[in-house]
């Protein structure tokens, strides 16, 4: 019999609702999700949306995110995860499986879950941060990814690493154009829901005119003779530099490191947003490093990635790799969210059981 997700029982769309709000990289949602009424299982199911490939780095934090928000959502719901499976997808593509069993807590309409309040603000934030939020970060840890506090003088270190890697970035087409694919520009609810809106970006005036002209591969390769990266890159710097604290994620570079950074980072987005603070992540370095495995950063553009390789080791230790970057603070004021697909767009089929 054919079901929809108007007909889960109101826990399991809860959670639905709860791992499809994790962050992605440029809001790609490579998730889809199944529920079997007669196992009472729920099932997470990698898919490629979006420029990252299903088995991409940036793909397996954000399914570790998802899942992440699982468990603080199974947890709200007072429910037991002990027989679930939460890791990096199978030959199935299961990233998430188990059972939806028990006497579940009411879910309070009037309290908003504090993963929904979660989101990414890139307004620059202010200088001043409470001395004990780096201490309660520095608590965030999974299996053998944590999280390293940066302040003061090591911020401006990793600043320039961003300015490194973003100068390869904006000459790497594969890179480009997949962030101009996830660019949306309209004003309906499914632009905001199904990629990245330009007005999330908190550009300056002009800047999503320059953002169209960056966005042909063409037209910025043009730019790039005369050295238009390393302006893009120092801009993309910028906020970074004038962060309060940066927190870097930090584990060893296997595909279940990956998953468990993702998990890692959203505890401490949450923690964050507990705190009342905003968060922007940088994906820059890691994407670089990860780009160095897999043989796809430009020839021109090896030996520059090579040192950085060698500096995040020479800081880090060579068995391990950086994750993810977020600044964090508080933001100098508001700005647009991005939305998140509709349920029945999150299911992966659309054939259930009853």
């Known amino acids: 019999m054919i079901s929809t997700p108007k007909l889960y029982i109101p826990e399991v769309a809860f959670l639905i609702e709860a791992a499809g709000s994790a962050p992605s990289a440029d809001n790609s949602q490579p998730w889809c999700f199944d529920w ?3 196992t009472s299982t729920l099932t997470g199911r990698v898919r490629r949306r979006g420029g990252f490939p299903a088995d991409y780095h940036a793909t397996r934090l954000a399914l570790g995110a998802a899942a992440e928000n699982l468990v603080w959502a199974m947890q709200s719901l007072g429910l037991d995860m002990a027989s679930w499976y939460l890791g990096i997808p199978d030959e199935d593509g299961v990233f998430a499986r188990g059972p939806v069993t028990g006497q579940a807590n009411a879910i309070e309409p009037s ?11 890139r307004l620059p934030y202010r200088p001043e941060i409470a001395p004990d939020v780096a201490h309660r970060l520095a608590a965030c840890q999974v ?6 506090t940066i302040m003061g003088a090591g911020i401006r270190q990793t600043a320039d690493w961003v300015r490194q890697a973003s100068e390869i970035r904006f000459q790497t087409r594969e890179a480009n154009e997949w962030f101009a694919a996830s660019l949306r520009y309209g004003d309906s609810p ?7 809106h330009v007005d999330t970006l908190a ?4 800047g999503v005119g320059l953002l169209k002209l960056m966005s ?13 990266y390393k302006l893009f890159a120092a801009i993309e710097a910028a906020n970074f530099q004038k962060a309060p604290l940066v927190v870097a994620i930090i584990g060893s570079s296997d595909h279940a490191a990956a998953f468990d950074a993702g998990r890692c980072l959203q505890q401490v987005w949450l923690s964050v947003t507990e705190q009342g ?5 940088y994906y820059v370095v890691a994407d670089l490093l990860n780009r160095l495995e897999l043989n796809s950063v430009p020839e021109q553009c090896i030996p520059h990635a090579l040192a950085l390789q060698n500096r995040v080791r020479s800081e880090y ?4 790799t950086v994750h993810c970057l977020l600044r964090i603070g508080k933001p100098i004021g508001v700005i647009k969210v991005s939305g998140r697909l509709p349920l029945n767009e999150i299911i992966c089929s659309a054939a259930h059981t009853n």
């Open 143 to 148: 299996n053998n990814v944590g999280v390293r």
């Open 36 to 38: 079997d009424n007669n």
């Open 203 to 206: 550009l300056p005036p002009g």
């Open 277 to 281: 603070l905003s968060a922007q992540p």
């Open 216 to 228: 042909d591969w063409n037209r910025l390769q043009w730019l790039n003779r005369i050295r238009a």
């Open 317 to 320: 230790g060579h068995e391990n």
């Open 190 to 196: 499914e632009d905001f829901a199904s990629g990245l």
């Open 111 to 121: 309290n908003t879950p504090l993963w929904k309040l979660r989101h990414t603000n």
